[in-house]
C-alpha cells in the first residue's frame, strides 16, 4: 500500500513539472555547461539561445539552453543594448538558425550638440554673422546719406529759387555783384536807401565769389575766416547749427536801415553756403587785421592818445547802437548785451568798431516794443551787471538794457586804461576780476563778487598822479554803479572821453 501512494506522488511531480516546463529538448551548444560530445549540446524545457555581445572591440557569440528559472523569460525579453543581444527559441537545435547582430553605432546626444556647435561655427557661418550685421549698418549709412543730401538738396533749391540775374527787393532791383569791388557795392547800397547791408540777392552772389584762406578766430559760436573777394580780403563768421538764431538775429540787426557806422562793424553779406556736402551760415563782414580789443591790449602797451582814441570811437559805436534815429528811413534803438573786449575791433587806424550783434535788442519809441528775439543765449558773466546776477534787472524798460552795456563798457575802460604807459610803467594785460573768480566763473561765481560783495576791479594807486588816469578811473566808476540807474549814460561818456582828448592834445601843443 505504501509502495503504490509513492509511485503515485512520483507521477504526479512529474506530471506537474512537464506541465510546466513541457517536454525536454535539446539546444546548440557553445557554452560552459555544454557536454563535452562531438556535437556539444545540451537539454533544456525552456528556451535555447544565441548571444553576441562585443566587449573592448572584440566580438563573441555563445549558444546554449536558458536556465529552468524565472530569469530565462527576463532574459529573452530584455531588449536589445548595443553591445549584447539576445534570441531565444523553441525546439531540438532551433538555436543553429538564429544570427543574431549588434545594432548600428548611433550618435549620441552629446555629440549631437558638439556637431551642431561645430556645424554653428564653420567659417561660413562665421563669416555669415560677421559680415551680415556689416553690410546692414552700410545700408543704413547709405539710406541716410541719400536722405541727407535730397534734404540739403531741397533746401539749396529753396534757398535759390529766386531769379539769379535780376530780382525786386523792397522796390529795388538787385543785380548781381558781377566784378564790382565791395567798396563800390555798397557805395551803391547806400546812395540807394538800403542804409545798411548789400541787397539780399548780391549778398548771395557776393557769398559764392568767396575763397576762405585762414581761420582767425574761433568762439562758441563756430569760426571765423580770412577770405578773399575780388582781391580784397573779408571776414566770414561761420556759425555752428545749434546757434542758426543768433545768425538770423545778426542778419536781422545788420540789416537795420541807417546801421551803417563808422565804429560799427561793417557788414557785407548773410548767406546760407553749401561746403562739404553741408549747410553753413555765413555772417561776411570786413576786416580787420589787427583783430580784438582784447587781442590788440595782450600784444600792445599804449599811450595817452592811442587810449583815448581806442575808447572814444569804441563808446561811438555804443552811441550809434543806443540812438534811435527818427523819419521815414529812421533807425530803432539798440542795446548790444555782450560789450567785451572780445565784442570791439581794432582797424587799420586804430580806432574801434563794436561787432558781434547776435543777442541785440530792438526799440521803438512810437511803438514802445522791446525786441529780444528768439535767441536764449545770456551774455558773458564776467561783464554782467549786479541786476543781471541778482535777477532784479526790469525787462520792460529798454533803459534797463542801454545801462548793462553802459556797466560792461565800464569794464572795458579799465582793461585799455591799464595797458596805458603812466611814469614808464604799463600793468600786464588782465580780465576784470581776474583776481577774484576763476579763468571761467560760473553765474554764482559772479554773484558773489559783484552783488554781494559789491567788488569792482582795483584801481592802481600810481593813477593818482596822472591827471588823466585819475579822471579815467573816476568815469569808469561812474559806468559800474550798484544802482543801474546813477550810471553814466553812453552819450555822457563819449563826450567826457572827447572832452578828455581834447585837453591832451592842448598838452601836447603846450610842451
Not at 164 to 172: A, F, T
Not at 396 to 410: E, L, M, P, Q
Request: aromatic share 8%; charged share 25%; net charge neutral.
Amino acid at each position: 500500500m505504501k509502495m503504490a501512494t509513492g509511485l503515485i506522488t512520483l507521477l504526479l511531480v512529474l506530471s506537474v513539472k512537464q506541465a510546466v516546463w513541457g517536454e525536454p529538448f535539446k539546444c546548440a551548444c557553445h557554452d560552459s555547461g555544454c557536454s563535452d560530445e562531438e556535437h556539444p549540446s545540451c537539454e533544456t524545457s525552456t528556451k535555447c539561445y544565441s548571444s553576441i555581445s562585443e566587449t573592448d572591440g572584440e566580438i563573441e557569440r555563445r549558444w546554449g539552453c536558458l536556465p529552468e528559472d524565472e530569469k530565462a523569460d527576463i532574459m529573452c525579453h530584455s531588449g536589445v543594448s548595443s553591445t549584447i543581444v539576445v534570441e531565444c527559441c523553441d525546439g531540438d537545435f532551433c538555436n543553429r538558425n538564429l544570427q543574431p547582430t549588434l545594432p548600428s553605432p548611433t550618435v549620441l546626444p552629446s555629440s549631437d550638440k558638439q556637431g551642431e556647435m561645430s556645424s554653428a561655427y564653420s567659417p561660413a557661418s562665421l563669416a555669415i554673422s560677421v559680415v551680415a550685421p556689416i553690410a546692414a549698418l552700410v545700408v543704413f549709412v547709405a539710406i541716410a546719406v541719400f536722405i541727407f543730401r535730397r534734404l540739403h538738396e531741397k533746401r539749396m533749391r529753396d534757398l535759390n529759387s529766386r531769379d539769379p540775374e535780376r530780382q525786386q527787393i523792397n522796390g529795388l532791383t538787385a543785380v548781381p555783384a558781377g566784378d564790382n569791388t565791395l567798396q563800390g557795392l555798397i557805395d551803391v547800397s547806400c546812395t540807394s536807401g538800403s542804409g545798411s547791408g548789400l541787397p539780399f540777392l548780391v549778398q548771395r552772389t557776393v557769398a559764392r565769389q568767396i575763397t576762405l584762406i585762414e581761420q582767425v578766430g574761433k568762439g562758441r559760436y563756430g569760426e571765423v575766416w580770412r577770405g578773399v573777394y575780388q582781391g580784397e580780403s573779408i571776414a566770414v563768421k561761420i556759425f555752428s547749427s545749434r546757434d542758426e538764431k543768433s545768425w538770423n538775429r545778426e542778419t536781422e540787426i545788420y540789416n537795420t536801415v541807417l546801421l551803417r557806422h563808422d565804429n560799427i562793424l561793417g557788414f557785407i553779406a548773410s548767406d546760407m553756403c553749401s561746403r562739404n556736402s553741408c549747410t553753413q551760415l555765413w555772417l561776411i563782414t570786413h576786416y580787420h587785421e589787427h583783430g580784438s580789443l582784447y587781442d590788440y591790449l595782450n600784444r600792445n602797451t599804449l599811450d595817452t592818445a592811442l587810449m583815448l582814441q581806442l575808447l572814444t570811437t569804441a563808446v561811438s559805436g555804443l552811441v550809434h547802437l543806443h540812438t534811435e534815429i527818427f523819419g521815414t528811413q529812421g533807425k530803432k534803438a539798440i542795446a548790444h548785451r555782450d560789450i567785451k573786449s572780445k565784442n570791439i575791433l581794432v582797424k587799420r587806424n586804430q580806432t574801434c568798431c563794436i561787432a558781434d550783434l547776435g543777442l541785440a535788442v530792438m526799440h521803438s519809441q512810437e511803438t514802445n516794443t522791446i525786441d529780444i528775439g528768439s535767441n536764449n543765449r545770456v551774455g558773458t558773466k564776467r561783464y554782467m551787471a549786479p541786476e543781471l546776477l541778482d535777477e532784479s534787472m526790469n525787462l520792460d524798460s529798454f533803459d534797463s538794457f542801454k545801462r548793462i552795456d553802459v556797466y560792461a563798457f565800464g569794464l572795458v575802460l579799465w582793461e585799455v586804461s591799464r595797458r596805458c604807459i603812466v611814469g614808464g610803467i604799463a600793468e600786464e594785460y588782465r580780465p576784470p576780476f581776474y583776481d577774484t573768480v576763476p579763468n571761467d566763473p560760473s553765474f554764482e561765481d559772479m554773484r558773489k563778487v559783484v552783488c554781494d560783495a559789491q567788488m569792482r576791479p582795483a584801481i592802481p594807486n600810481r593813477w593818482s598822479n596822472d591827471s588823466t588816469m585819475t579822471a579815467l578811473a573816476k568815469l569808469m566808476k561812474e559806468c559800474w554803479f550798484h544802482n543801474s540807474s546813477a550810471r553814466l549814460t553812453s552819450l555822457r561818456i563819449k563826450k567826457t572821453l572827447m572832452k578828455m582828448q581834447e585837453g591832451n592834445k592842448k598838452l601836447k601843443v603846450m610842451y
